[in-house]
């Protein structure tokens, strides 16, 4: 079965997505993790069949920067589709070269609609 894994700190943020993609009639496993460094681990345990990273770029100690230089390190990991969930002008934060070594795919801007989310992750599935 093909997956999704959802990366944030929070459990009620986690749990909303979680949601959301459900609604949005998606079939996929959802996978979750706490902060960066669980969510590589979490992608290599179950690659090649997660096609999605939901990450939050800004969680406390290992941050969607910490998960990006991660998985970079690992080509079969770096090649899956990732939707950074930022705050509003964080995107600016994120450095093109090292979204360059992994497989950003877009983001989205916190607070976002289920509406938003679905436009981003939506096009990144087919």
Same mark, same amino acid.
């Given at each position: 079965?093909?997956?999704?894994?959802?990366?944030?700190?929070?459990?009620?943020?986690?749990?909303?997505? $979680? /949601? +959301?993609?459900?609604?949005?009639?998606?079939?996929?496993? $959802?996978?979750?993790?706490?902060?960066?460094?669980?969510?590589? &681990?979490?992608?290599? /345990?179950?690659? !090649?069949?997660?096609?999605?990273?939901?990450?939050?770029?800004?969680?406390?100690?290992? /941050?969607?920067?910490?998960? $990006?230089?991660?998985?970079?390190?690992?080509?079969?990991? /770096?090649?899956?589709?990732?939707?950074?969930?930022?705050?509003?002008?964080?995107?600016?934060?994120? !450095?093109? !070269?090292?979204?360059?070594?992994?497989?950003?795919?877009?983001?989205?801007?916190?607070?976002? &609609?289920?509406?938003?989310?679905?436009?981003? +992750?939506? !096009?990144?599935?087919?």
């Amino acid at each position: 079965m093909k997956k999704i894994l959802v990366i944030d700190d929070s459990a009620i943020q986690r749990k909303m997505l $979680i /949601s +959301i993609i459900q609604k949005a009639g998606l079939k996929h496993e $959802i996978l979750e993790a706490s902060n960066g460094e669980e969510g590589v &681990t979490v992608l290599a /345990s179950h690659a !090649p069949d997660v096609v999605l990273v939901l990450c939050d770029w800004d969680m406390p100690g290992k /941050s969607g920067l910490h998960f $990006i230089k991660g998985i970079a390190k690992a080509k079969a990991l /770096s090649k899956v589709p990732i939707v950074l969930m930022t705050t509003e002008g964080e995107e600016e934060e994120i !450095p093109a !070269p090292l979204a360059g070594r992994a497989n950003v795919a877009g983001s989205v801007a916190k607070p976002f &609609t289920p509406d938003q989310l679905k436009a981003a +992750i939506l !096009p990144v599935l087919g």
